[in-house]
Each structure stands twice: as structure tokens, then as C-alpha cells.
């Protein structure tokens, strides 16, 4: 199993996410804190169980970059669209993605989103 497979599934079997989950949760936007929970990883070693630490940490990058570029409005409005619509059980796989690809820094996310938006308007 790849890093960004298993940053997925703990990502799913931590927050209680099925293929139906609605975004917000008793108030709480799954998506932030999904992300929450990456940033969580990389700034306070041991603040999850080893299990899940080992698991959340390669997404670190992701998550700077997830902010950075979506939540900072600097991607194509359309892609941002397509991603704030996401299900938790899709936004979780996509974090997974970007790890996959290597996204470590703001850098990286820049290169990964103008990928992901040429290929949504391919199709």
C-alpha cells in the first residue's frame, strides 16, 4: 500500500467517513478538518497514536498546499468548485493523490492543481 493509500484510508477510518458522508457534520466542515488533521501530523509529533502519526505525516505537504491554493483562492475558480464540492470519502482520496505525487511543498501544489484543472477541462 503507497503512502497516499494509506493517508486515505486513516484519513477515512479516523473521521467515520462512508461513500455517503455529508461535508459538515454537526457544524464541523469535514473537509478543514481533514486538513486540520494533516497540518495536526506535522506540527505535534505524537499528537495521534503511531499508527495514525505514520500514516498523516506524508500528507504535511499536502495540506500547506491544499491552503495555500485552495483556500487561498489561487487556483482556477472552476477547479476550486469542483474540489469545495468533493464528498469527504473523495476529498480524502485526493489528499491521498497529492501525496502520491510527491506534493511536499506550495510548489509541488501549484504544478498538481494545474495538472488537475487541464484535465477537467479536457473532459
Known sequence: MSAGQELTA????????????RR???????????????????WYPGYFTERTQAALHP?????????KHVGGYRIDGTLRARI????PWRFAGLLGEMTDAGVTCTGDGERFFAAMAREGRQS
Request: charged share 20%.
Open 10 to 21: 486513516t484519513l477515512r477510518r479516523y473521521f467515520g467517513v462512508g461513500t455517503r458522508t
Open 24 to 42: 459538515y457534520r454537526g457544524g464541523d466542515d469535514l473537509h478543514a478538518e481533514m486538513v486540520g488533521a494533516l497540518r495536526f501530523a506535522g
Open 59 to 67: 500528507g504535511f505537504g499536502a495540506a500547506l498546499a491544499y491552503d
Open 84 to 87: 469545495s464540492a468533493m464528498s
